[in-house]
C-alpha cells in the first residue's frame, strides 16, 4: 500500500484480480456454511463473518481505488457473490447490498466521499423508496422519515437514505419540470434509530430491520438529487473521469446482485446430490431416490435452469465491460433491459430452487436441511422490488411495445 499523504487513505499497490478474488470467497464458504444456522437464528451475521468478510478485502471490491478500493470489473462481483452464495444467502445478500450501495456512493461530491470512506472495508447500506421528507435549513437538510428493508444495516457505517424535499427542490427536470423529485441523502447510520422487526421466512440473516430519523441534520454536500441519480450525473469530480462510473447506476447494482442469485442455485444442486445417495423414495418400491427417473428428470431440468440463468448473468456483466470499453452512451432500451436481466435470472432460479425443493422430500422441512434455507431465501430475494420477476418482464414488454418505461428506475 502507498500513503498518500498523512491522516490520508492509501491507494493499493496492487489490485487483486477475479481469479484471486473468487478464490479468497470460496474460502470462506465453509465458516459461512457452518454458521447457517446460527444466522437464522439470530436474523442477523455473526461478528466473525463480518471480521472474515474485512480481512478477505471482498469489501473493498467496490471502493473507489483512490481511498485503497479495487473497483472490480461487473463480472467479478458476479462471480465472487456467486461463490459467498454457495455458503449463505443472507450473507451473500449482505455483501451484494454493501457493494451496490457503496458503488453507488460514488456519484456524490468527494467532500463526501472523504467523510464516507475513511476506511477501504466501509459498509455502506439503504434503500431507494422515498419514504421520507427532507426539510431545507441553513447548509443542508433535516432529514425525518421510516425505511423498511434495509439489509446489513447492523454492520454499517452509512446508509443512503432517499426523501421527499418539503420545499420541492428535488431537481426534477424531466418531462414535468414542476414534478419533484426526491433527494439521496449519505448518513451516518448513529444518526438513525434501528428498529429490530426483521422476522421474516427467508433471507431471516439479513437483518434487514427498519430505521428512522427525526430532524437528523444532512450537510448540503451528502445530499444528491433525484435528477443526478436517475440520469447517472457524477458529482465526483474524480469519478468523474472513470469510465465505468458513465454506466447508469442501476444497471451497475442490478449486474452486482445477479451474482448471489446465481450461486443459490448452485448451492441448491450441490445440496440436493450430497443428500442423494441412500434414500429412498418412500411409499415407493424405489430403494433409491437415485435410480427413479423422476430424479434424473427433475435434477436435469434444474441443472439447466442454473446453467442458463449463470450463463444469462455473466452476459450480461460482460456487456456492460464491452460497453464501457467502447464508450458507449446507454438507451433507454439497454437500461430497460438490465432491468429484465436480473429478473429473467431470479425467475429461473427460483423455479430450479422450487424442483430441488420438491424432490428433497418431507425430511427436507427441517430447518437445518440446507435446501430449506435456499428455499426461503431465493424466494424472499426474488420477491426485492428490484428483482421480482413478473415487474421486470412487464416492463421489457412495454419496451417492446414501443410504450415508455413505467419506472424511473432504469
Not at 451528502?222 to 458529482?235: E, K, L, M, P
Not at 430447518?367 to 430449506?372: E, G, K, M, N, Q
Request: hydrophobic share 40%.
Amino acid at each position: 500500500m502507498t500513503t498518500l499523504a498523512e491522516g490520508e487513505p492509501t491507494v493499493p499497490e496492487t489490485i487483486p484480480d477475479r481469479a484471486e478474488l473468487v478464490e479468497r470467497a470460496a474460502k470462506l464458504v465453509p465458516l459461512l456454511r457452518s454458521r447457517g444456522p446460527w444466522i437464522d437464528d439470530n436474523r442477523r451475521l455473526p461478528d466473525d463473518v463480518v471480521r472474515a468478510l474485512e480481512e478477505s478485502g471482498l469489501l473493498r471490491m467496490a471502493v473507489p481505488v483512490q481511498y485503497g478500493g479495487y473497483e472490480s470489473d461487473v463480472r467479478t462481483f458476479v462471480d465472487v457473490l456467486a461463490e459467498i452464495a454457495t455458503g449463505n444467502g443472507s450473507a451473500a445478500f449482505c455483501l451484494s447490498v454493501y457493494s451496490a450501495l457503496t458503488w453507488m456512493a460514488g456519484l456524490w461530491p468527494d467532500q463526501a466521499l472523504d467523510e464516507v470512506f475513511t476506511r477501504p472495508d466501509v459498509r455502506v447500506t439503504g434503500t431507494t423508496a422515498a419514504t421520507g421528507t427532507a426539510r431545507t435549513t441553513e447548509g443542508g437538510y433535516l432529514l425525518s422519515g421510516r425505511w423498511t428493508f434495509n439489509s446489513g444495516i447492523l454492520h454499517a457505517q452509512w446508509k443512503i437514505c432517499v426523501a421527499m424535499p418539503t420545499g420541492g427542490d428535488g431537481g426534477g427536470d424531466g418531462d414535468d419540470p414542476a414534478a419533484a423529485l426526491p433527494v439521496f441523502a449519505l448518513v451516518p447510520v448513529g444518526d438513525l434509530q434501528i428498529v429490530d422487526d426483521w422476522y421474516t421466512s427467508g433471507l431471516e440473516g439479513s437483518g434487514s430491520v427498519t430505521t428512522v430519523a427525526q430532524e437528523v441534520f444532512v450537510p448540503s454536500h451528502r445530499v444528491i438529487t433525484g435528477a443526478d441519480f436517475y440520469q447517472n450525473r457524477i458529482r465526483s469530480t474524480v469519478n468523474a473521469s472513470k469510465p465505468a462510473y458513465a454506466v447508469p447506476i442501476l444497471v451497475t447494482t442490478n449486474a452486482i446482485q445477479i451474482g448471489q442469485l446465481v450461486g443459490a442455485g448452485r448451492a441448491a444442486l450441490a445440496a440436493f446430490l450430497e443428500r442423494l445417495p441412500g434414500r429412498p423414495l418412500t411409499y415407493t418400491d424405489h430403494a433409491s431416490q437415485r435410480d427413479a427417473a423422476v430424479t434424473h428428470l427433475q435434477v436435469g431440468e434444474a441443472a439447466l435452469l442454473i446453467e442458463d440463468a449463470e450463463h444469462r448473468a455473466r452476459r450480461f456483466a460482460e456487456s456492460i465491460t464491452d460497453k464501457v470499453a467502447r464508450a458507449e452512451a446507454w438507451t433507454t432500451a439497454e437500461r430497460v433491459s438490465a432491468r429484465v436481466q436480473i429478473g429473467w435470472v431470479a425467475r429461473q432460479v427460483r423455479e430450479a430452487v422450487r424442483i430441488l425443493a420438491d424432490a428433497s422430500g418431507g425430511s427436507s422441512v427441517h430447518r437445518h436441511v440446507p435446501i430449506s434455507r435456499i428455499h426461503r431465501d431465493t424466494t424472499a430475494a426474488a420477491l426485492h422490488a428490484m428483482i421480482t420477476p413478473s415487474t421486470n418482464i412487464e416492463l421489457y414488454g412495454r419496451s417492446l411495445c414501443g410504450l415508455k418505461p413505467n419506472s424511473v428506475y432504469l
